[in-house]
């Protein structure tokens, strides 16, 4: 009789232990599935000083739109200019008017509001744009290279190769692309339990919401892995393959063809050198402990890559290539 007693007890403190479990559990979903906005945890607070950020922050905007569309308009309205390198440069430019409209809106709305909050799907459409933008950036680049290679190393062979049909295929492939791997992190991370809301940053970040899941993320970061891997090392293979042979070519050829391969790829070089530069410090960032750097710098350097390549591209492109600034000048000179 002792034993059935106790066996009962046993059973009901079994399936009481059970219950409060499956309650826990259930209460842990409720509130990681309530998370309906994040709190952007980087910014400080500026006092008075927030205007004078704000028209700074609005001028650079005002800058980058104006000089990306005035661009976009000579390119698309000048047929002496549908040529490959320059419909490869209008895909750039478009691009950089994306990622910075995925980014100033938000920042300049931060900088006035007390309340650094963001809604959660809109912070989803953040981490979308600023992550296909980055991706779209690098392959663009690496096209433009392939484009410059085929220009000095094979120029009779060019137009064989780089037809307006395969121009066409190349963009629409780039950008498809950079939207299919830039969607699937972020569906994976909304059906994610996350346990907070807190992001250390001034703009939504995919990693950083992954570091708030509940719940198992080996599979977010393995896939963020190999993604991150093959849209760095795709684009910096064919780059670097590309500058090899043109400078095989340079070193091998006259003067005139030195002074070519110059002129057109200084450029594109310089722009890359600092997209990469801003890209890897963000995901040096994202990945490692940052906290003895200071906060400030660490601000300034998480939007540098952001900001910076929409103000260098036009100003490096615009100033550097003669046939666009020609225009540029001859429209402004008819209008005056």
Same mark, same amino acid.
């Given at each position: 009789?002792?034993?059935?007693?106790?066996?009962?007890?046993?059973?009901?403190?079994?399936?009481?232990?059970?219950?409060?479990?499956?309650?826990?559990?259930?209460?842990?979903?409720?509130?990681?599935?309530? +998370? =309906?906005?994040?709190?952007? =945890?980087?910014?400080?607070?500026?006092?008075?000083?927030?205007?004078?950020?704000?028209?700074?922050?609005?001028?650079?905007?005002?800058?980058?739109?104006?000089?990306?569309?005035?661009?976009?308009?000579?390119?698309?309205?000048?047929?002496?200019?549908?040529?490959?390198?320059?419909?490869?440069?209008?895909?750039? @430019?478009?691009?950089?008017?994306?990622?910075?409209?995925?980014?100033? &809106?938000?920042?300049?709305?931060?900088?006035?509001?007390? =309340?650094?909050?963001?809604?959660? &799907?809109?912070?989803?459409?953040?981490?979308?744009?600023?992550? =296909?933008?980055?991706?779209?950036?690098?392959?663009?680049?690496?096209?433009?290279?392939?484009?410059?290679?085929?220009?000095?190393?094979? &120029?009779?062979?060019?137009?064989?190769?780089?037809?307006?049909?395969?121009?066409? +295929?190349?963009?629409?492939?780039?950008?498809?692309?950079?939207? +299919?791997?830039?969607?699937?992190?972020?569906?994976?991370?909304?059906?994610?339990?996350?346990?907070?809301?807190?992001?250390?940053?001034?703009?939504?970040?995919?990693?950083?919401?992954?570091?708030?899941?509940?719940?198992?993320?080996?599979?977010?970061?393995?896939?963020?892995?190999?993604?991150?891997?093959?849209?760095?090392?795709?684009?910096?293979?064919?780059?670097?393959?590309?500058?090899?042979?043109?400078?095989?070519?340079?070193?091998?050829?006259?003067?005139?063809?030195?002074?070519?391969?110059?002129?057109?790829?200084?450029?594109?070089?310089?722009?890359?050198?600092?997209?990469? @530069?801003?890209?890897?410090?963000?995901?040096?960032?994202?990945?490692?402990?940052?906290?003895? +750097? &200071?906060?400030?710098?660490?601000?300034?350097?998480?939007?540098?890559?952001?900001?910076?390549?929409?103000?260098?591209?036009?100003?490096?492109?615009?100033?550097?290539?003669?046939?666009?600034?020609?225009?540029?000048?001859?429209?402004?000179?008819?209008?005056?």
């Amino acid at each position: 009789m002792k034993a059935e007693v106790s066996l009962r007890l046993h059973h009901s403190r079994f399936l009481h232990h059970l219950f409060c479990v499956h309650m826990r559990r259930m209460k842990m979903k409720l509130n990681s599935s309530a +998370v =309906s906005h994040f709190t952007l =945890s980087a910014y400080m607070d500026t006092g008075p000083w927030r205007y004078f950020f704000f028209l700074i922050v609005l001028c650079l905007y005002v800058l980058i739109v104006l000089s990306n569309v005035l661009l976009v308009a000579v390119i698309c309205v000048n047929r002496s200019l549908h040529e490959p390198m320059y419909l490869f440069l209008c895909s750039l @430019f478009v691009n950089e008017l994306y990622g910075s409209t995925g980014l100033f &809106p938000f920042l300049l709305l931060h900088i006035l509001w007390d =309340s650094h909050t963001v809604a959660a &799907p809109l912070c989803f459409l953040q981490v979308f744009c600023l992550y =296909s933008y980055a991706c779209v950036e690098f392959f663009n680049l690496a096209v433009m290279s392939y484009d410059r290679y085929l220009a000095i190393c094979c &120029p009779l062979q060019y137009n064989t190769h780089m037809t307006q049909s395969k121009i066409t +295929v190349l963009i629409a492939l780039i950008w498809f692309y950079a939207s +299919v791997v830039c969607l699937v992190p972020i569906s994976l991370t909304a059906s994610l339990q996350l346990c907070g809301n807190i992001l250390n940053k001034v703009y939504c970040d995919n990693y950083y919401m992954v570091k708030l899941s509940c719940s198992d993320t080996s599979v977010h970061n393995i896939y963020g892995l190999v993604v991150t891997t093959f849209t760095i090392s795709c684009p910096v293979s064919l780059i670097f393959f590309s500058y090899l042979r043109i400078l095989k070519v340079c070193f091998s050829g006259s003067s005139q063809t030195r002074q070519r391969a110059v002129a057109t790829c200084s450029p594109h070089l310089a722009s890359l050198l600092n997209f990469s @530069f801003g890209a890897f410090f963000e995901i040096l960032q994202s990945r490692f402990d940052m906290n003895n +750097v &200071p906060n400030l710098l660490r601000i300034f350097l998480s939007l540098y890559w952001l900001m910076s390549q929409p103000l260098f591209s036009p100003l490096m492109y615009g100033l550097n290539m003669s046939r666009i600034r020609v225009i540029c000048k001859n429209r402004i000179l008819a209008r005056s």
